[in-house]
């Protein structure tokens, strides 16, 4: 057993034993197929659980079934839905080990993908489009101006935060939140200089997150980019336990301390600009998933990180459920919900665990 | 506009419901106006307009000379103002760059006797805007247009408030005869309306201001619900307990509309504001399979006759025709 790992196993978890890692594993995996299958089914609109499934056996086998559905019933669970559904997994687990990642790396259990400005930065460029219009930016769309927010965020944070090349951890969290409350002042103020209330509204709608945009058509680019990244990310676990114990025992453990929290910065970054280009800011999820896995496995990343990737996307499927159907037809902005169910889920984790 | 969405955000609820004429004294004039009574010696001769509408119903009752100071208007550029009203506009010293009334110190300063907006956004003093009390105390009385209240009278507000209204402005400003008289003119276009889609099948409408996801549209409560139904349409979204809300593309797709409103307020000067043509676009191919997609039967309405005001009434009759032209040949 390495340093890191004594280390990690000192903290106390809930479930410790290796059998009992692989049940949660199992449960978790169980609860991404059944949210999954529950968000397909169900919706503002009720459409039979035989249409529905009917509907994607017959997309992804042509021919298997006999259409017995009306083309809106196909056009709901087929166009809607299951992309939708599908983002949600990929944005519940980019988020969750993006945010479990960010905390190991700055030695901040308040770090999340917000924390380093880049949300804040996407925001800003999407609100300059809703408000100002496209015309105003060279006619970027939504999402593209959303991700070069974010990447200004990310390189103004770098510039800042980096001293001789290397990345200091309290500048680099100082740095985005001063960055994050400069971004907010100034969408804040285009919304407020913003002629039409109207798409005030729709920004903030947009700014508190929604999957409702999901479709097939903006599907690839979030998922080759959060699968590839998250991919990456969960066999860090390595060098994130040696970084959790300390810089120096990370360095005598041969890891090169200043490259990778870089290399970690950029690669969880790029994700969150894609996550906030596609779905808004949705908070909540990157904080406290890390966190709630840590209380189900323990502190080892080894665990962490593939617990969080599966509890952050039945997490964000659940919670996406309830934002189209709670108040249906009209719809919830995810932040509202997410808190909502996830406070108290969490809160009692905390209780179990004292 | 910004109205809904401060309304929204509003906390403060004016209480009574229904503001009615009060009997004509010998020497005060007073009118009851969103639960208080407006009392004054003699007409208002230094009025204040906010969002557009408010403007337009003053300009209805020909009292452009007792107007000192008005809002911006840019939606849809020179189009966008009601028929010879643009010259009486230019005329008008301009006091916001915006929609809203000007902040509280120049909204003070401008020492007016009367105010009339629609909504309370350009009152909230958490905007930097002189209160309805700040106003009155400084001698120029808010007169809210619609009964726009507060959220929840904003949700119950009717096209038959736009009479009462300009029942109150006839005796504010002691001209009572020009109020009946364009309020005969109204209501006999309402009623013409009326008498020629009676009886004809109710053409399916969903009324949106854009989106792809969630779709933002008029629910059941409110004044754009009332408009579809008096231009012989029926809100697809009338289930729902919403004037403007986030409504699923689920519930869009379902709905299968025969016909698209399409809130119209692009600002003339090129910034801001989406086209009602991309706006279309967006909700058509959400609702790809319904009627309004394959006949792609749209109608921009402009934004301020969604609001309270003389013009929603002239907005209904061009609904009618749009969804009933066989009715008016």
């Known amino acids: 057993m390495t340093v890191a790992q004594k280390a990690a196993s000192q903290r106390v978890s809930v479930f410790r034993r290796r059998s009992t890692f692989g049940l949660v594993l199992g449960l978790l995996a169980a609860a991404v197929v059944f949210s999954t299958w529950l968000a397909v089914s169900i919706g503002a609109v009720q459409v039979g659980l035989a249409e529905c499934w009917g509907i994607v056996a017959n997309r992804l086998f042509p021919g298997s079934v006999t259409p017995f559905w009306t083309p809106v019933q196909e056009q709901i669970v087929w166009d809607f839905r299951l992309p939708r559904a599908l983002l949600a997994l990929l944005v519940g687990a980019g988020l969750s080990v993006v945010g479990a990642v960010l905390q190991a790396l700055v030695r901040n259990p308040l770090a999340d993908p917000f924390l380093l400005g880049i949300s804040s930065g996407a925001s800003l460029g999407a609100v300059a489009v809703f408000v100002l219009g496209a015309s105003a930016l060279g006619g970027l769309s939504l999402s593209a101006a959303a991700f070069g927010g974010a990447l200004l965020a990310l390189v103004l944070v770098y510039v800042l935060a980096q001293r001789g090349g290397r990345l200091i951890p309290s500048r680099l969290v100082l740095a985005g939140v001063a960055l994050h409350f400069l971004f907010q002042a100034i969408y804040s103020y285009i919304l407020q200089q913003a002629q039409s209330g109207r798409a005030a509204q729709q920004v903030l709608f947009w700014l508190l997150g929604s999957l409702g945009g999901a479709r097939w058509e903006m599907l690839p680019i979030p998922a080759i980019v959060l699968g590839a990244g998250v991919a990456y990310l969960l066999v860090q676990h390595r060098p994130l336990n040696a970084l959790a114990a300390g810089e120096d025992t990370a360095t005598s453990l041969g890891v090169n301390v200043g490259a990778f929290r870089l290399q970690m910065f950029v690669l969880t970054s790029l994700p969150v600009g894609v996550m906030v280009a596609t779905s808004g800011a949705i908070a909540f999820v990157g904080l406290m998933v890390p966190h709630a896995a840590r209380l189900l496995v323990g502190a080892d990343h080894r665990r962490v990180l593939p617990v969080s990737a599966l509890l952050g996307a039945a997490f964000l499927q659940l919670v996406d459920i309830a934002a189209r159907t709670v108040d249906a037809p009209q719809e919830l902005a995810l932040t509202i919900v997410t808190a909502v169910f996830g406070a108290p889920f969490f809160l009692w984790l905390l209780r179990r665990r004292a | ?329």
């Not at chain 2, 020497?27 to 009851?32: H, P, R």
């Not at chain 2, 007792?66 to 028929?83: H, M, Q, S, W, Y």
């Not at chain 2, 059941?220 to 809300?245: C, H, P, R």
Request: net charge negative.
């Open chain 2, 1 to 329: 506009m910004r109205r809904l969405l401060v309304l929204a955000l509003l906390l403060t609820a004016c209480g009574q419901t229904t503001p009615a004429a009060a009997p004509v004294e010998q020497k005060a004039i007073t009118v009851q106006n969103c639960g208080r009574t407006l009392t004054f010696d003699q007409p208002p001769a230094k009025v204040v307009t906010g969002y557009q509408p408010s403007l337009e119903t003053l300009l209805a009752l020909g009292l452009q000379d007792k107007i000192v100071g008005r809002t911006a208007f840019e939606e849809n550029g020179p189009d966008g103002f009601l028929p010879g009203q643009k010259a009486f506009y230019d005329a008008i010293p301009q006091i916001s760059e915006t929609i809203m009334l000007p902040q509280k110190e120049v909204m003070l300063a401008q020492g007016a006797d009367f105010v009339i907006d629609n909504g309370q956004s350009s009152f909230d003093p958490a905007g930097g805007y002189a209160t309805v009390d700040e106003l009155q105390t400084a001698g120029a009385p808010v007169f809210v247009l619609g009964n726009w209240c507060s959220p929840e009278e904003t949700l119950k507000s009717t096209v038959e408030q736009t009479f009462i209204d300009l029942r109150n402005l006839g005796i504010v400003f002691g001209v009572q005869d020009r109020a009946e008289k364009l309020i005969a003119d109204l209501q006999a276009q309402l009623a013409d309306v009326e008498k020629r889609v009676a009886g004809r099948p109710k053409v399916k409408v969903l009324a949106t201001d854009g989106g792809t996801g969630p779709v933002t549209a008029y629910g059941g409560a409110g004044l754009m619900n009332q408009m579809i139904a008096k231009a012989g349409g029926e809100n697809v979204l009338a289930a729902t307990q919403a004037d403007y809300s986030e409504f699923s593309v689920e519930q869009v797709a379902a709905a299968n509309p025969e016909a698209l409103l399409v809130i119209d307020y692009v600002v003339y000067d090129g910034k801001a504001a989406p086209t009602a043509d991309k706006k279309a676009a967006d909700v058509l191919g959400v609702a790809k399979n319904s009627p309004a997609a394959t006949e792609k039967r749209v109608l921009p309405i402009p934004a301020a006759a969604a609001h309270p005001g003389y013009r929603n009434i002239l907005a209904i009759v061009e609904m009618a025709k749009f969804l009933h032209p066989d009715a008016f040949v």
